[in-house]
């Protein structure tokens, strides 16, 4: 069984060295079903504003601003607030030596913010560069969408990757069905 993370953000920024909000990873195999594993942190804002410099930008906040307020206290709340070494460092801990691709929702946001916050603290990436997927491709590629996996964007990073990582494994079954994908790797 072959493992990917897939990983998804709340942020303050849509830029790399945005201020991460929210983090929801899930361990789960492409060719599979269900989820392995899953984990949800969340990093201290002023850690990364005051000592990181990382950035929060004016439309974000305004496009946060008309969100409903559950999704803002998820994303803003103070609950289980961790600092952002040690939420990066949890995260590095859940993804080492088991999962081998690192899937986002769209290949430029995310897995590359994390990028980011590792390189930020003086770490690698705890995959490698080429086992970097997008699911927007495979999306476009196998015709599913997002909604396909009964998706209502939550804003609860964990509920997003976790979603997002049930319509890829939709997305591989019918490569696997049409017999263009093998359905171990």
Same mark, same amino acid.
């Given at each position: 069984?072959?493992?990917?993370?897939?990983?998804?953000?709340?942020?303050? !920024?849509?830029?790399?060295?945005?201020?991460?909000?929210?983090?929801?990873?899930?361990?789960?195999?492409?060719?599979?079903?269900?989820?392995?594993?899953?984990?949800?942190?969340?990093?201290?804002? /002023?850690?990364?504003?005051?000592?990181? +410099? #990382?950035?929060?930008?004016?439309?974000?906040?305004?496009?946060?601003?008309?969100?409903?307020? /559950?999704?803002? /206290?998820?994303?803003?709340? !103070? #609950?289980?607030?961790?600092?952002?070494?040690?939420?990066?460092?949890?995260? %590095?801990?859940?993804?080492?030596n088991r999962a081998k691709g690192a899937w986002s929702n769209g290949a430029s946001f995310d897995v590359v913010?994390? !990028?980011?916050?590792? #390189?930020?603290?003086?770490? +690698?990436?705890?995959? +490698?560069?080429?086992?970097?997927?997008?699911? #927007?491709?495979? %999306?476009?590629?196998?015709?599913?969408?997002? $909604?396909?996996?009964?998706?209502?964007?939550?804003? $609860?990073?964990?509920? !997003?990757?976790?979603?997002?990582?049930?319509?890829?494994?939709?997305? %591989?079954? $019918?490569?696997?069905?049409?017999?263009?994908?093998?359905?171990l790797r």
């Amino acid at each position: 069984m072959a493992t990917d993370v897939m990983i998804d953000i709340e942020s303050l !920024d849509t830029s790399p060295d945005c201020v991460i909000l929210t983090i929801g990873a899930v361990l789960f195999d492409p060719c599979g079903h269900g989820i392995i594993d899953k984990i949800e942190i969340r990093p201290t804002i /002023e850690d990364q504003t005051e000592i990181y +410099n #990382r950035s929060i930008n004016d439309a974000t906040m305004e496009w946060w601003g008309k969100q409903s307020p /559950e999704a803002i /206290e998820e994303a803003m709340g !103070d #609950r289980d607030r961790v600092s952002f070494e040690e939420a990066m460092n949890q995260l %590095y801990k859940f993804c080492w030596n088991r999962a081998k691709g690192a899937w986002s929702n769209g290949a430029s946001f995310d897995v590359v913010a994390m !990028d980011h916050a590792w #390189r930020q603290l003086g770490r +690698n990436t705890p995959w +490698n560069f080429w086992d970097i997927r997008d699911t #927007r491709t495979l %999306y476009d590629i196998t015709g599913v969408k997002l $909604k396909d996996g009964g998706h209502i964007t939550s804003h $609860k990073a964990v509920e !997003d990757a976790e979603r997002q990582a049930i319509v890829v494994q939709q997305g %591989y079954l $019918k490569l696997i069905k049409a017999g263009l994908v093998a359905p171990l790797r």
